[in-house]
């Protein structure tokens, strides 16, 4: 099946420079495990959120990505 | 071949001093920014540019060398001069002799700091302000 | 001090002129930095006096391991803070450090009040009394330039100052350090003005011998690489702090027009991204910290008619976007650089002038103070009224902004609208509605800094509500953050300087601790920091948290006032165990 995974500016040096992907997974895969086969370092990755119902809604790293699904990743938070 | 400090990348300096401290830590072991043989600082204040003042590694005849009475300083192979201490007697002409002020002065130890070439602070420099360069060997 | 069993502390008596050295043994027990500055407080604070009596002390301190190490940069400041009351600390980079152990200072201690505007001059062999009248109503900017001139030292020399704001004594004037770092909260800047104190002058041109170079030297070139070549400090570096404005704006945690709001829908336009593809033109670093985080914006400003423009360079942040963007609904890059460059000059925190500014906006909309009060039309997103009661706050224009400049809390407590006056335990918010963490972290905070515990950061991490793990976490790193901050590292690199790594810096400069000692050494100066908030008369219990932050969903969603007073319930409890075990 397949998912969209849009990244920020910042993870852009993980994916060779796009800003959009298509992937291409398979049945009961993890968000974070697809979004980690995109480039993406796990520990790089703050926040996801998967677009539903016209509604970004954030996902657990676990969630399991359904045919179709257009994710969204933020890098995390920083400061002291 | 030998190598020359080339300190043509400032534009892009971020004002650390790293290059200084590990200038003085590893030539002179001492946590301090006197006695570098670089010299980073500011044009104006901090909203100036950050200039750094350094043996520009001058070929042929060193004007440095040229004024010392006593023979500490030597030509050094590729540029710049090579400071022998035990020569020194401190009478501060390499100085004034040198016209872009890279001759420093450790008043402490009452000898000019002189750079060796050597690469640490380059190598410590985050920024690629600093980069050793091959030259040929001049002498 | 470096390779001495002690520390050196200067005290200096604006009042008489006079200075004294003591060498401190009893104070390596608190290693440096702020728990040397804890200490020092306790024995020169005077609980009965006003924050502002010429009596009560500032206190600066540098850490065991400042500027031999790469990112250990920042310097402590101590004092009672004119906005809350009690434990004032804040922490600013720059050059400060440097100047401080090449002057040969571990802690200065500064008392009494001058007789006339003065700055201070400090050097290794003296320090200077300098009369400071005509610098007096100098912008922060201005009185920087004129030290800068007359001074010696240039390039090892660090200069603090304060604008306006800190002379006439707002209650959260900051100092300036070196341009572009700041001792920003709780009102630095006011006790300067107390003590008609305009500046310090700091050289630092001392050289220091390394003792045992070869173990020093591969532990600092273990933490340079470690620092330069891995991704963990890049992003500081790279885009900076602001990148949070897009994550934040994203998942609901972006305060935005008085946290009225949780998303900007300007948000994109802010990002920082968006400052770094218009206005960012360069980036610098705090003396002996290859990272490089303090980002430089560029703004063009038009002061007159035929195209007359005038540049500044402003640097920013994350916290600054936040409080004079998103929280004031302003909307470009441009208009927060000017914001941000009226705050400097003026010389308040950034992020208590736009905290304090939206609690006036929305009492204006709501009627409780009038245009008479506010001389100019306050709204969201009007720049122009902005920057005007801006410098009403610093100079106290009216009895209205002489309220003001006294923080929400205070002018809440006048004009109402306490439900939406954004403070936690008298001190403004910081940039993050993300949950219980935040908003309990800063109320439990010994300094209501969302830097005492990093509340926002817990949010972020935890994957299931739980009451006892947020407590005990916020507990923990409390006294984590004091032993690092004895140090004195900058927390943006606290995952650098995990405990193993301390103890082998620490310990290739001939300071052998264990880790164990790092921990008591934590725990120590806690205990003091809440025994001198027990001494100002501080009650955990009786902070109250302003229904807004219960209104306006946060990242993690609706949060329930009832919780966040359990919470707080909780880690009283907690502080009180933890007293209670010391005395047994």
């Given amino acids: 099946m397949k998912v969209y995974i849009e990244v920020t500016t910042w993870f852009k040096r993980f994916t060779g420079g796009n800003a959009s992907l298509e992937l291409e997974i398979s049945e009961g895969t993890p968000v974070v495990e697809a979004v980690s086969s995109a480039g993406i370092p796990k520990e790089e990755i703050g926040f996801i959120t998967v677009i539903k119902d016209n509604e970004n809604k954030i996902v657990d790293d676990q969630y399991i990505l359904t045919d179709g699904d257009r994710l969204k990743v933020y890098p995390a938070i920083i400061g002291g | ?139 | 001090m470096i390779y001495e069993k002690y520390i050196r502390v200067l005290y200096i008596d604006m009042t008489e002129n006079k200075i004294r050295i003591e060498n401190r043994a009893d104070l390596c027990e608190y290693l440096g930095g702020v728990g040397v500055a804890t200490k020092l407080l306790e024995e020169n604070i005077k609980p009965e006096l006003d924050p502002l009596h010429e009596d009560q002390p500032i206190i600066f301190a540098i850490g065991a391991a400042s500027t031999v190490f790469p990112v250990v940069t920042k310097t402590v400041a101590m004092f009672r803070s004119p906005l809350t009351g009690e434990l004032g600390e804040s922490y600013a980079g720059g050059r400060m450090a440097m100047t401080l152990f090449l002057a040969g200072y571990d802690a200065v201690v500064i008392l009494g009040k001058a007789k006339r505007p003065s700055y201070i001059t400090i050097s290794r062999n003296d320090v200077g009394f300098k009369d400071a009248r005509a610098l007096w109503g100098a912008t922060s900017d201005e009185v920087g330039r004129i030290i800068r001139e007359r001074e010696p030292g240039g390039g090892k020399r660090s200069i603090i100052r304060i604008g306006p704001g800190g002379e006439n004594m707002s209650s959260f004037a900051s100092v300036c350090v070196d341009t572009y770092r700041h001792f920003g909260r709780l009102g630095l800047g006011a006790v300067f003005g107390s003590k008609n104190l305009k500046a310090i002058s700091i050289v630092g041109d001392r050289s220091v011998p390394i003792k045992n170079f070869k173990d020093y030297f591969k532990v600092y070139q273990e933490i340079y690489n470690r620092v330069t070549d891995t991704e963990i400090m890049s992003k500081y570096h790279d885009v900076g702090t602001p990148i949070n404005i897009e994550p934040l704006n994203a998942v609901g945690g972006l305060p935005t027009k008085n946290l009225r709001q949780n998303v900007f829908e300007h948000g994109e336009s802010i990002s920082g991204e968006a400052f770094a593809q218009k206005n960012l033109v360069r980036k610098m670093a705090c003396t002996g910290c290859p990272v490089g985080c303090i980002h430089i914006g560029q703004l063009r400003r038009e002061f007159d008619k035929g195209h007359e423009y005038e540049v500044i360079s402003v640097g920013y942040d994350y916290e600054l976007i936040f409080a004079l963007g998103s929280f004031l609904g302003v909307k470009t890059p441009n208009d927060i650089l000017d914001l941000i460059d009226v705050v400097e000059q003026m010389g308040l925190d950034a992020m208590s002038t736009g905290v304090v500014l939206g609690w006036a906006t929305e009492a204006f909309m709501k009627k409780l103070i009038t245009e008479e009060q506010t001389i100019v039309p306050l709204a969201f997103g009007n720049v122009a009224s902005y920057k005007k009661a801006i410098e009403y706050m610093a100079y106290k224009e009216n009895d209205f902004y002489s309220v003001l400049a006294q923080g929400a809390d205070k002018a809440s407590d006048v004009y109402g609208g306490k439900e939406f006056a954004m403070t936690l335990a008298k001190n403004e918010m910081a940039g993050y509605h993300t949950g219980y963490a935040a908003v309990v972290g800063a109320a439990v905070g010994a300094r209501h800094s969302h830097l005492c515990n990093g509340g926002y950061s817990l949010d972020q991490s935890m994957k299931e509500f739980n009451k006892e793990k947020i407590v005990d976490t916020l507990f923990a790193e409390e006294k984590e953050r004091c032993m690092l901050n004895s140090l004195v590292i900058c927390l943006f690199a606290r995952k650098v300087y995990d405990r193993k790594t301390i103890l082998a810096a620490l310990n290739s400069i001939g300071n052998n601790l264990t880790d164990e000692e790092l921990t008591a050494i934590g725990e120590r100066i806690y205990r003091a920091k809440l025994r001198i908030k027990k001494a100002l008369g501080f009650d955990q219990m009786s902070v109250k948290l302003p229904k807004r932050f219960f209104e306006t969903p946060s990242m993690s969603g609706q949060l329930d006032e009832k919780i966040a007073y359990e919470l707080i319930g909780m880690y009283n409890k907690k502080i009180e165990e933890f007293m209670a075990a010391e005395n047994r």
Avoid: W
């Fill in chain 2, 1 to 139: 071949m030998p190598k020359v400090l080339r300190a043509d990348g400032m534009n892009k300096c971020i004002g650390c001093f790293t290059c200084m401290l590990a200038c003085s830590g590893v030539n002179r072991q001492n946590y301090s920014l006197s006695k570098s043989a670089i010299r980073v600082k500011t044009s104006g204040g901090l909203q100036g540019k950050f200039i750094s003042i350094v043996c520009l590694a001058c070929r042929d005849e060193r004007a440095c060398a040229e004024a010392c009475p006593s023979g500490a300083l030597e030509k050094r192979p590729g540029g710049g001069v090579i400071f022998k201490a035990q020569r020194c007697i401190g009478c501060r002409k390499c100085e004034t002799a040198c016209i872009v002020s890279a001759v420093h002065y450790d008043e402490e130890e009452n000898k000019p700091i002189i750079c060796k070439h050597c690469g640490v602070c380059a190598k410590f420099c985050p920024h690629e302000c600093l980069r050793m360069e091959e030259v040929d060997n001049d002498l």
